[in-house]
């Protein structure tokens, strides 16, 4: 896999309006988030529209509250593994909303957000941990202020507003998989 501008050759491109320039253009965190739209239902077009500006909030009754919401991610991984871009990664997406990252506020400035398609409770696909994987990889390759300590989940960064991945991530076997690629890498 590899970027140009911060866009990932490995990735669909679904372009987004809703992000801005980074204020000292870092990279140093990755944050993972979940997403399913309606809850629970996977496979549909509302997230992509979401991101893109355009969910028609009548769709769904659970829908009304996004109503003029401005949200985006760098990534989506859906149930079968398929990368889905939104904004450069050399861009500020608007994903993490009000964050702290241990001494910083506004994660969003220094951070890449990784949704992936699912609930809290819900597990999360092989295929999608393998994509996730691969990306990853990928990203620590191309953002050298980005290590295995620098990812956290959305809940770690926002922990009285959001509670994703969820108990059902397997954060484990992820960073396991990852420290094994860091440790080949090194040899």
Same mark, same amino acid.
């Given at each position: 896999?590899? /970027?140009?501008?911060?866009?990932?050759?490995?990735?669909?491109?679904? +372009?987004?309006?809703? /992000?801005?320039?980074?204020?000292?253009g870092e990279v140093s965190l990755l944050v993972i988030h979940n997403i399913s739209l309606p809850a629970g239902c996977f496979g549909l077009p509302y997230i992509d529209q979401l991101f893109q500006g355009c969910l028609d909030t009548d769709a769904d *009754?659970? /829908?009304?509250? @996004?109503?003029?919401l401005q +949200?985006?991610?760098?990534?989506?991984?859906?149930?079968?593994?398929?990368? +889905?871009q939104? +904004?450069?990664c050399d861009d500020r997406a608007w994903h993490a909303g009000l964050s702290r990252y241990g001494e910083r506020d506004n994660c969003n400035? /220094?951070?890449?957000?990784?949704? @992936?398609?699912?609930?809290?409770?819900?597990?999360?696909?092989?295929?999608q941990y393998?994509?996730?994987?691969?990306?990853?990889? *990928?990203l620590l390759l191309e953002y050298p202020l980005l290590t295995?300590?620098?990812?956290?989940?959305?809940?770690?960064?926002?922990?009285?507003?959001?509670?994703?991945p969820g108990q059902s991530f397997a954060w484990e076997r992820y960073l396991g998989k990852l420290k094994e690629y860091t440790e080949a890498m090194r040899s």
């Amino acid at each position: 896999m590899r /970027f140009d501008s911060g866009w990932c050759d490995g990735a669909l491109r679904c +372009v987004s309006p809703h /992000f801005n320039q980074r204020p000292l253009g870092e990279v140093s965190l990755l944050v993972i988030h979940n997403i399913s739209l309606p809850a629970g239902c996977f496979g549909l077009p509302y997230i992509d529209q979401l991101f893109q500006g355009c969910l028609d909030t009548d769709a769904d *009754a659970s /829908f009304a509250p @996004l109503q003029g919401l401005q +949200v985006s991610a760098h990534f989506l991984i859906r149930r079968n593994g398929e990368r +889905v871009q939104y +904004v450069s990664c050399d861009d500020r997406a608007w994903h993490a909303g009000l964050s702290r990252y241990g001494e910083r506020d506004n994660c969003n400035d /220094f951070s890449i957000g990784i949704e @992936l398609e699912g609930t809290d409770t819900e597990p999360y696909t092989d295929e999608q941990y393998q994509s996730l994987i691969e990306l990853t990889q *990928a990203l620590l390759l191309e953002y050298p202020l980005l290590t295995t300590d620098r990812i956290v989940g959305h809940c770690d960064i926002a922990p009285i507003r959001k509670t994703d991945p969820g108990q059902s991530f397997a954060w484990e076997r992820y960073l396991g998989k990852l420290k094994e690629y860091t440790e080949a890498m090194r040899s």
